[in-house]
DNA sequence: ACTAGTTTGTACTGATTTGTCTAAAAACAG
DNA sequence: CTGTTTTTAGACAAATCAGTACAAACTAGT
């Protein structure tokens, strides 16, 4: 609940996404990583396997092999800690979809190429479901996790909001709310049922409901 | 981690379902309620608004009213408490689309009945997402969740897999997979969007593709 | 009324939680 | 080299966690 008592870092979430090529972000490719990115990965790895609250910050700590002071020096706390987390789980699996709709050709096969990206999602054996879904299950009212799930929903949205603009269907967006619902379906169903072919599966009812 | 250290009470979980008339269950529905339901009422409540995890059984008890020793004494621990906290969520659940699935006329109706189910469950307040996507969110390995959960998918394959087999479709079991994906997305979209309007966007889905 | 089963209230343990603090070493920039 | 920033190791506090122990009181069946 309390502020940074020592001077705040430079580093932003920026660095991890390789878009922004300063001084600072060829110098850290270059060298060993920094405490931050040390227990930024050790967190994304312990918050997601086992949940958020299950963690503790000194598994965090032993994970990255860092000291204690460094992450209240590089972080406020582990509210902090999850927030940026987060933005990095949304980061990285943006990245990824953007990547895969980028080389599909017309908006039919871009949506569906967001079908592609969950099916290979679910195929990594650590997959255990959205990181969103799972930390909004565990988190309290105005948790550091609330704006960062909110954020992720609306680029889902607009997602598959710009896809469907493009098509040429009566609705497209009502057209958009039924690909969101196959979307998390196939989320939530790879999870529970730890079934990777659920991307399968509403992929094909993607493509009945687009064109027809 | 270890057991009953006196002996044990009667009650089993059927007398929460109200399919049992013995004597037991009268007297209970008569006099004013025990403290293991009172503690089950509260864990319910407390587990499913505030997560599993972040609910210590302090507050639990503190919400039932009862004493320290109640607990212990009707439960073997937090774990127990969990595992039947989801097994009265299972039970009430599958009850609620039970009969409205029993109300409805015929195969198609009876599968879009399970999506009005979906739709009078968003529409309540309280509704928070589903209990077993959330408790899974938060367990750990081999953990009480895990049988209830999986009991409760499979009840959930089961429910669309007969429904499915009593329609004139050329593969009703790959019909069940893609309703299980409209429900688990209706589910999760519900809960992440706030937005009680997903199970009639699942429902349009499922009548479009059972009546295909 | 007697007895067994159940509930209560409180105190207590031991482990774990997040977070603070300090002093010294290390890395870094000008 | 000099001075600033960052990292380290460990001790420490305050709160909370699940669970145990125990004695007294209450309830219900016979």
Chains 1, 2 share one sequence.
Not at 133 to 159: C, Q, Y
Request: glycine letters at 8%; proline letters at 4%; one cysteine or more.
């Amino acid at each position: 609940m309390v502020g940074h008592s020592r001077s705040r870092p430079r580093a932003s979430i920026i660095l991890d996404r390789s878009v922004c090529y300063d001084r600072d972000m060829v110098a850290q490719l270059e060298k060993k990583p920094s405490p931050r990115q040390k227990l930024l990965a050790a967190a994304d790895e312990l918050f997601y396997n086992e949940g958020i609250h299950a963690v503790g910050i000194d598994r965090v700590i032993e994970r990255a092999g860092v000291a204690r002071g460094s992450l209240y020096y590089n972080f406020s706390g582990k509210d902090d800690l999850i927030k940026e987390y987060l933005l990095g789980r949304h980061a990285r699996w943006t990245g990824r979809v953007d990547e895969r709709v980028a080389k599909a050709n017309g908006p039919a096969e871009k949506i569906l190429a967001v079908f592609d990206a969950l099916g290979a999602l679910f195929a990594e054996p650590s997959y255990r479901g959205c990181a969103f879904v799972n930390a909004i299950a565990e988190a309290k009212v105005d948790g550091p996790e609330t704006h960062a799930a909110a954020h992720f929903r609306s680029w889902l949205h607009a997602l598959f909001g710009d896809l469907t603009a493009e098509l040429p269907v009566e609705n497209p967006l009502e057209l958009a709310d039924q690909l969101v619902i196959l979307y998390d379906g196939a989320v939530a169903g790879a999870q529970m049922d730890s079934s990777p072919k659920a991307a399968a599966t509403a992929k094909t009812l993607a493509s009945m409901i687009i064109g027809a």
